[in-house]
């Protein structure tokens, strides 16, 4: 009698390239790591990160002080002559700080006055509108999952969509001048007006951006112990009390993260406001990192001032950074 020999099912070819892949994977690391040793193994993990962040971050770091003290249109930094601090004193040569067309390099002074208001009053809006959004998605309400799903989806979206999706709306011909039209009322030049134009850029930013922030201070309010509040009801005190002797104190050090990224991305203002309305009407919405773009990348190509404006931009931010680190550490002594 016949025996029958059972046959094995057939192999995809997935399985066998995933089986030859992970051969050589175990090959090749199992050589290096009898080399290095079980403790460096994690470095060769690391390492790919670490190219990737040197490559696109430290490299252009260090090449833009190398622009920043040369001169001339060549890419090249071996073909580009040292000019020292020229360039910064290009930046810098004003007859009256206060008065951009007295400078020498207006258009960087405009952008300097046009992101410092954008930044005052965007920091002071998104804080304030996501410290109030968060205190009421953490209450207990019908459909806060909901709500807070839908205040962070605009985070989700391209900055230029969001530009874009805005400009449909707002422009002359669009739907709210459209619903005036409907009401017999004036249309309103959103674009070409610079007071409505810069309202707008930091109306369009706080609502792209407030869900990430109502996120950070609803997690720290979620942190503070809900036995505080229950305390202070019992001994009759108001919900603003409550609010300001309970809330705002604790949840400082999770305000304090808040301000400084919303600070940091404020002043690097770029996307939002070049999208929609190209810096104009005039230079109403001009920017500092729009300058630096213009400057270095389009028209004369004058690299040297760009670098040069955005080493000035960064040691703002350093500076800015620091003075509310030490406030803050002031005010917790």
Known sequence: M?????TAPPRSILTVLSDAF????????????KIIGDKNMAYIFVLPNLLIFSVFILLPFFLNFGYAFTGSDNFLLADRPFVG???FAQLFDCESFLEPN???EDLFWRGVFNTAGYVFFQVGWMVGISLLTAVILNRDIRGRGFFRSVFFYPVLLSPIVVALMWKWILQE??????????LTLDRIRFLTTASW????????????????????LLAGLQGIPAQLYEAAEIDGATGWQAFRRITLPLLSPTMLVVVVLALIRAVQVFDIAFA???GGPGTATFTMVQFIYEIGFSGDRRQGIAAAASIAMAVVLIIATLIQLRV????ES
């Open 173 to 182: 011909n669009g739907l709210i001048n459209g619903v005036l039209e409907t």
């Open 2 to 6: 016949a025996v029958s020999k059972s």
């Open 197 to 216: 134009a810069r309202f707008w850029v930091i109306a369009i930013s706080v609502w792209a951006y407030m869900g990430f922030y109502t996120l950070i």
């Open 328 to 331: 803050n550490r002031e005010d």
């Open 276 to 278: 929609f309305t190209r």
């Open 85 to 87: 601090t020229d360039n």
């Open 102 to 104: 007295s400078c020498r």
């Open 22 to 33: 992970t051969g050589i994977f175990d090959v090749v690391f199992g050589s290096i790591q």
